[in-house]
């Protein structure tokens, strides 16, 4: 038998088979077209993942979701290096008007531009033409409500941008408490 033969026999775990996969893909995948590929259940394939992110931890790939797709990025611990070998300009800082209006539609997504609006006090318009260009919010559908005003949301270039999996590792949101002890609350809507 061939060498090539051969190694055609050997067993490839399924964390192996997901890390090929994400590897050619050019965006992020769902997890039910990794499952129907492998001809497996998402269960499966979330078992998988969680084999493959936690052999990842101490190399320069990570694990990557956002809307219930994954995909494989650089460790963002090594993001410096790679502009560097890349020879990639430094990257544009955003405003502080354009974090802010970020970070809403982070916390509160999906929001829609007067929401967002509401929230900051100011239109939004500018900030959210600027994030847009830059790829780090999209646009991801529209409400129900009069006008059916478009809703915005996070892209996989923000976390990639800041350095987090998922919008679950963002930093639990600060609630200011009032003088008399009183938690305000932060409405969606």
Not at 121 to 143: F, I, Y
Request: charged fraction near 20%; avoid cysteine.
């Amino acid at each position: 038998m061939s060498d090539s033969q051969s190694t055609l026999n050997v067993d490839v775990t399924l964390s192996a088979k997901i890390e090929a996969m994400l590897f050619v893909s050019a965006e992020p995948v769902p997890v039910g077209q990794l499952a129907a590929a492998l001809d497996v259940t998402a269960s499966v394939v979330e078992r998988g993942l969680k084999e493959l992110d936690e052999s990842l931890v101490t190399r320069g790939l990570r694990l990557q979701r956002n809307a219930g797709r994954v995909q494989l990025t650089t460790a963002p611990e090594l993001a410096e290096l790679v502009e560097l070998f890349l020879g990639l300009e430094a990257i544009t800082h955003l405003s502080r008007a354009a974090l802010e209006t970020l970070a809403i539609i982070a916390y509160q997504q999906p929001v829609t531009r007067p929401q967002v609006d509401s929230i900051r006090g100011v239109n939004s318009d500018g900030m959210m033409k600027s994030l847009l260009s830059k790829g780090l919010v999209q646009e991801s559908g529209r409400t129900e409500g009069p006008g059916r005003p478009i809703l915005y949301s996070t892209t996989p270039e923000f976390l990639q941008h800041f350095g987090l999996s998922s919008i679950a590792e963002l930093p639990p949101l600060a609630v200011p408490v009032e003088e008399n002890g009183e938690h305000n609350v932060l409405l969606k809507g």
